[in-house]
């Protein structure tokens, strides 16, 4: 199972000013090392910038760990461009979340960065991947960042240098690009890459159930398992499942016991019982029929 990501301390859209504590949803995600190995191919292959973003803006995973580019970390502090930048990443990260698809576009600089939403498997909003900063080959940095070191030969040719460092893409392989990290996005969302970190709890949990059904498994433990608080695996099971931990595992038990009784040839109820961890068949039959709304004895004839 993938360990849950730390939040890291680096600014949103990939500044080196520190955060603000993250807010508490950006503290339910969990991500793991199949998203960080995504992200890190990407960078390695294309030397762009990629990171996922939490849905208020904060970094959580970085290819490769990659700073901001060297023009972009100029712009923000020694132009002290900084409060600019960060005001586009929220409106880019807004806009991206309501168009649901990816969202391209040219920096107030003259880079060009892409954003795409990531959703949860019910349509929650789990964050966002954004490549950039990186430019097209032939274009040159914006007419504005012109203007302002114009009585400033010293910032001009800094610039200059900085941006020819930045990295660059022809105008024929930018679709490409887009639409492998457009596939890229939609793979972390279909294959769960990002999850909620109690959604992985209740993952463990739930697996440790079915490899212990044939004895008796008590919240203490299965708390114990997860590095949690009993009562936090009880409220957990409440407010995902809306019913106990111990009703939980009982319905896996007899769940499984009407497989076994189902589909092995010959089983007896007892040795079903025995299977779900029941010593007593008795005792069992009676939660069975309870529950199944019919004994077990019926399906052994059937």
């Known amino acids: 199972m993938a360990k849950p990501s730390r939040l890291s301390p680096t600014a949103t859209g ?3 000013r520190a955060l603000r504590r993250p807010r508490r949803h950006a503290l339910e995600l969990a991500t793991g090392p199949e998203l960080q190995a995504l992200l890190d191919h990407f960078a390695a292959c294309f030397g762009i910038r990629i990171a996922f973003f939490t849905p208020t803006g904060e970094p959580l995973q970085i290819g490769l760990r990659q700073p901001n580019c060297a023009f972009c970390q100029y712009l923000r502090q020694e132009l002290k461009l900084e409060p600019r930048c960060r005001a586009q990443d929220r409106e880019q990260f807004a806009a991206a979340a309501a168009a649901g698809t990816l969202t391209a576009y040219t920096c107030h600089a003259g880079l060009r960065e892409a954003i795409q939403a990531v959703r949860l498997g019910d349509g929650t909003l789990a964050g966002f991947i954004m490549i950039g900063q990186f430019r097209v080959e032939g274009t040159a940095y914006s007419g504005s960042l012109q203007t302002a070191t114009r ?3 010293a910032a001009r040719r800094e610039l200059d240098r900085l ?4 990295p660059a893409l022809s105008a024929v392989r930018l679709p490409h690009l887009l639409a492998l ?4 996005v939609d793979t972390v969302s279909a294959r769960h890459l990002v999850r909620l970190r109690g959604d992985l709890l209740l993952n463990r949990i739930e697996q440790l159930i079915q490899e212990k059904l044939d004895r008796p498994l008590p919240l203490a433990e ?3 398992a997860v590095g949690r608080s009993p009562s936090t695996v009880s409220h957990l099971f409440t407010q995902r499942l809306e019913k ?3 009703r ?5 038990k007899m769940t499984a016991a009407e497989q076994l009784l189902r589909t092995v040839p010959g089983l007896t109820v007892a040795e079903a019982a ?3 961890g029941y010593s007593n068949p008795f005792h069992f039959s009676r939660i069975f029929h309870k529950l199944k709304g019919q004994p077990p004895s019926a399906l052994k004839h059937r």
């Open 14 to 16: 990939g500044g080196t």
């Open 163 to 166: 941006f020819a460092g930045v």
């Open 248 to 252: 939980t595992v009982l319905d896996a």
């Open 244 to 246: 106990s931990f111990k």
């Open 274 to 276: 025995a299977r779900v």
């Open 151 to 153: 009585h400033r030969p």
């Open 222 to 224: 299965a708390a114990r």
């Open 181 to 184: 990290f457009s596939l890229l």
